[in-house]
């Protein structure tokens, strides 16, 4: 008797992140269209800036500055420069925040900065440009500053960050917790020479902490998210009830005894271990 793996039974029950994938692919095309999934706000002297416009902060949208208010709704493409005095907050509908530092210059989207500092909090995959180099990162708390003259230092407090050359010019680089790289033009990272010190990763994490606590997520953030999270695992179930189903049908013939296409037949030397094949039977034998 041929052995053969049973592919019906080992594809029955699709495990579970494959309907947060789903979930997750859905959050991604909801933050593509809009509709306030980030969302700013600004920091002033310490405090959040509640009601009527951010004087702080200039915002250029399809090369037209516009006027900018608290819980504002951003849109792919905008422009950000904050003043000396300001910081600007962005949050993400998927749980990311962007904490842009005073005298910096960002474009919205996947975070492109011109020049300033930046200061991120992620649970999932994000990434932030500057001109020659890419810092993508999963789940962790980090910096990147960009200086004019085509230097940028990337320092991670938590997690693991990669660094990658946006004109692929050096292989990725991976820091780990307390690392942190120096880029200048296109050259590969020049890493320091001693860990970054923990008194520098202590303010970090100081700071991240101290800005996510002062500025409230938006209302609809909560709702958006479950929501969408929800649906990806309805649409996930109805996957796996489809495959469950398609798993449960009889295989039927295409009527001249052959089987449907799709499915190969037994390779003749699937025997089980230790049985021989017989040779075939000449037609003259079969008449002795």
């Known amino acids: ?62 090369g037209v500055r516009s006027p900018v208010h608290d ?15 300001t910081i600007a907050v962005l949050s993400f509908m998927d749980g990311a925040r962007v904490f842009v530092q005073p005298a910096t210059r960002i474009r919205v989207g ?38 004019r003259a085509d230097q940028v230092r990337v320092v991670v407090a938590e997690g693991r960050v990669a660094l990658l050359s946006r004109a692929q010019r050096w292989r990725k680089t991976v820091l780990g917790p307390g690392e942190g790289a120096w880029m200048i033009g296109t050259a590969p990272p020049d890493f320091e020479r001693e860990p970054v010190g923990a008194d520098e990763i202590t303010d970090l994490r100081r700071r991240i902490h101290d800005l996510d606590a002062l500025v409230p997520w938006p209302r609809s953030a909560g709702p958006a998210l479950g929501g969408a999270i929800a649906i990806g695992a309805g649409i996930g179930f109805g996957h796996w009830l489809r495959d ?43 008449l002795r």
């Open 1 to 62: 008797m041929p052995l053969h793996a049973d592919r019906s039974r080992t594809r029955k029950y699709p495990p579970l992140a494959r309907w947060f994938n789903i979930a997750w692919r859905l959050l991604f095309c909801l933050s593509l269209g809009g509709c306030a999934s980030i969302t700013l706000n600004a920091v002033q002297d310490g405090r959040l800036v509640v009601g009527g416009p951010l004087s702080g902060v200039e915002l250029s949208r399809q």
């Open 110 to 147: 996947s975070i492109f900065v011109y020049f300033g500092e930046v200061l991120v909090k992620v649970k999932g995959y994000f990434q932030v440009d500057t001109k020659y180099t890419t810092a993508g990162s999963e789940g962790t708390q980090y910096l990147v500053r960009a200086y």
């Open 71 to 85: 819980n504002m709704g951003l849109q792919p493409g905008d422009e950000l420069q904050t003043d000396s005095q």
């Open 244 to 286: 469950d189903h398609k798993d449960e049908q009889p295989e039927r013939s295409s009527g001249d005894g052959r089987k449907p296409p799709g499915r190969l037949p037994s390779p003749p030397d699937a025997l089980p271990i230790g049985v021989k094949q017989k040779p075939p039977v000449e037609q003259s034998d079969r």
